[in-house]
């Protein structure tokens, strides 16, 4: 079975800070892991996933994560937070690559102040 | 750029009622699953499906559940008895082949069910 925990429901940057939102996973197998945002009154998006290879991994927006296998961690993170990255950001974790369940963590709201 | 759609986006039942919620996956993908939200809560994964039989799912899907592909385009969740307990946003997904070695599962805005 599969876990995964978000450290911190809300988290509040000033515009043109530094973002960090955490996320450590537990998995019996190695994981595919992955980040999505949801905008009020829409789905959820993906952001980046981390599959095979490269641990740094790039994603949409600005957005990157590392995969640190030793720390059962996949922490998201943007140089400069921008007004329009305010959202609920979920991540998640799966077993397969195709037709697998996505397990989530409880989500991070992130404000931005101007 | 193709985008799973759900229908309706709120629907308000009371307790004991059916409801069917409906989807429109992306056209080529292969994979389609349920997922719900309970306000305040995690994202819970419920059912997937695929080549029209249910793949895997999850204790919350009981008996009172089910899913239909009725045509080449929808994908239903049907709810046969509605509780209060299963007022949440429910969300769609969809993933397919040709998207690299891990699928992405691509996500509908949801359905806010609402049971009184």
């Known amino acids: 079975a599969q876990s995964v925990t978000q450290l911190g429901s809300h988290v509040s940057v000033s515009e043109g800070a530094l973002v960090l939102l955490r996320c450590n996973y537990s998995?019996?197998?190695?994981?595919?892991l992955f980040w999505y945002v949801q905008y009020p009154n829409q789905g959820l998006q993906l952001l980046l996933k981390?599959?095979?290879?490269?641990?740094l991994v790039k994603g949409i927006n600005g957005f990157e994560a590392e995969f640190k296998k030793s720390e059962t961690s996949f922490h998201l993170t943007k140089p400069s937070a921008h007004m329009s990255d305010a959202a609920e950001y979920f991540c998640a974790v799966s077993l397969n690559n195709a037709g697998n369940m996505l397990t989530f963590g409880g989500g991070t709201r992130l404000m931005v102040k101007p | 750029e193709p985008e799973v759609t759900q229908t309706p986006s709120h629907q308000v039942t009371q307790m004991g009622q059916e409801v069917i919620l409906r989807c429109v996956p992306i056209?080529?993908?292969?994979?389609f699953y349920w997922y719900r939200q309970i306000l305040g809560q995690k994202v819970e994964f419920l059912v997937s499906f695929y080549n029209n039989e249910i793949s895997e799912k999850s204790e919350i899907f009981d008996d009172q559940f089910s899913v239909e592909r009725p045509d080449g385009s929808n994908f239903t969740l049907k709810i046969r008895s509605t509780k209060l307990e299963d007022s949440a946003m429910y969300f769609c997904a969809s993933s397919g082949p040709g998207q690299g070695i891990v699928e992405t599962q691509y996500f509908g805005p949801g359905t806010r069910l609402l049971v009184l």
């Open positions: 056209s080529n993908h292969l994979y």
């Open positions: 981390y599959t095979t290879g490269a641990t």
């Open positions: 998995s019996s197998v190695p994981p595919y």
